[in-house]
């Protein structure tokens, strides 16, 4: 029958990946181009994922889970989606920041607090900091901090060399935002184009390291998601403008210096 296609098992991390690739797909050629409405777009996607072609148990669970997962991510959340799923390139680097914003903002709101003191009462593991840890080298922490002075991103003026040897140890001490709204935008404009980790918004949370222009509290993940979503829906002015225009210059520089 014109049109059938069989659906292989999406099982495991492979199959998540899968279908977070084919849900891009779907949403590249129908939602991007206007023949769908967002909301069209997801039901039709995920009524044509439900059902494959493996008998086993096992395939079986595993391909509910997968399942389950695209339909919490893109009902749930559609403007991580639109944030990822609009990026110029859209590997496996970008589904896996999608997933851990995603899975990041879940356990932010699920946290029950009998869970929080059983995780605390916990032994530590690496784990967190795999994904909270992200790897700068110190040339390139150099030149963020630059840009960061440059551009009065924070009311302190950084040290490069201090800033370096304090994210090496992972002893960072907060500074304070000048303007919340330029600070969001500078840090989404360097992660895209992978100079800083997509979850920046997590390490910053997590360890207190920006305290609001106000002065009265350190922001948290929904300080900057909110931030950058309000960014998101609104363009650029003729100030907003100059800053990305700094910002691709250092973008330039620091790609440059990772070539050499």
């Known amino acids: 029958m014109r049109g059938f296609r069989r659906m292989p098992a999406q099982t495991g991390k492979q199959g998540l990946f899968r279908l977070v690739k084919q849900a891009q797909e779907s949403y590249t050629a129908e939602v991007a181009t206007r023949q769908k409405s967002y909301r069209r777009y997801v039901l039709d996607f995920i009524h044509s994922k ?4 493996e008998t086993d148990a096992w395939s079986k669970n595993e391909h509910l889970k997968n399942y389950h997962t695209i339909v919490d991510l893109l009902r749930g959340h559609e403007k991580l989606v639109r944030k990822y799923f609009e990026q110029e390139v859209f590997d496996d680097m970008q589904i896996s920041g999608l997933l851990n914003e995603f899975y990041t903002f879940d356990l932010s709101q699920t946290d029950a607090p009998g869970d929080i003191l059983e995780r605390a009462s916990a032994p530590r593991t690496k784990t967190p900091d795999i994904v909270f840890k992200p790897a700068l080298g110190r040339e390139k922490v150099n030149l963020i901090v630059q840009l960061a002075n440059e551009v009065n991103l924070f009311k302190e003026r950084l040290d490069a060399n201090d800033v370096a040897t304090r994210y090496e140890t992972d002893t960072l001490q ?4 000048r303007n919340n709204t330029r600070l969001v935008l500078s840090l ?10 997509y979850n ?13 222009s106000s002065g009265k509290k350190h922001l948290d993940q929904h300080d900057l998601s909110s931030t950058l979503n309000r960014i998101k829906d609104t363009p650029p002015g003729i100030s907003e403008k100059r800053l990305l225009s700094v ?14």
């Open 247 to 260: 910002i691709d210059e250092y973008i330039k520089r620091i790609k440059d210096k990772e070539i050499q």
């Open 188 to 197: 989404d404009k360097l992660a895209s184009h992978g100079i800083i980790p």
């Open 50 to 53: 439900r059902y494959h072609d």
């Open 174 to 177: 907060p500074v304070t935002s």
């Open 200 to 212: 920046w918004q997590a390490f910053i949370a997590k360890r207190k390291l920006v305290i609001s």
